[in-house]
């Protein structure tokens, strides 16, 4: 089975940076590999629905940010490795949430991942 392990998370003050990593290890029951999956971080804050912030292609050639993280994360994978990142920059106190990782298809919707990680918290101070 696929397995996804997050790390990286914790408080930072606004205006600041953290790097998240998301180690994948297995295979999937059908055979599927990681350097198959479409990867993508979402997070979600207390009462508010879980949304992506980032997502990146099989090949990582495609990737996808919404408006309210655009310019500020970064989204990549190293293959080689079984791994992605987001690097997040200028953090500001309305990122504080759980942050997954997950692999799946590529979309900015919950419903097309299939293997989700434990999550990582992350907390911006004002």
């Known amino acids: 089975q696929v397995q996804l392990v997050e790390s990286g998370g914790g408080l930072v003050q606004a205006g600041g940076s953290l790097r998240l990593s998301c180690a994948a290890s297995g295979v999937s029951s059908s055979g599927r590999t990681f350097s198959s999956y479409a990867m993508a971080w979402f997070r979600q804050a207390p009462g508010k629905e879980r949304e992506s912030v980032a997502v990146?292609?099989?090949?990582?050639?495609?990737?996808y940010y919404p408006d309210s993280v655009k310019g500020r994360f970064t989204i990549s994978r190293d293959n080689a490795k079984n791994t992605v990142y987001l690097q997040m920059n200028n953090l500001k106190p309305e990122d504080t949430a759980v942050y997954f990782c997950?692999?799946?298809?590529?979309?900015?919707?919950?419903?097309?991942?299939?293997?989700w990680g434990q999550g990582t918290q992350v907390t911006v101070s004002s």
């Open positions: 997950a692999a799946g298809d590529y979309s900015s919707r919950a419903h097309t991942y299939e293997v």
């Open positions: 990146t292609s099989w090949s990582g050639v495609s990737t």
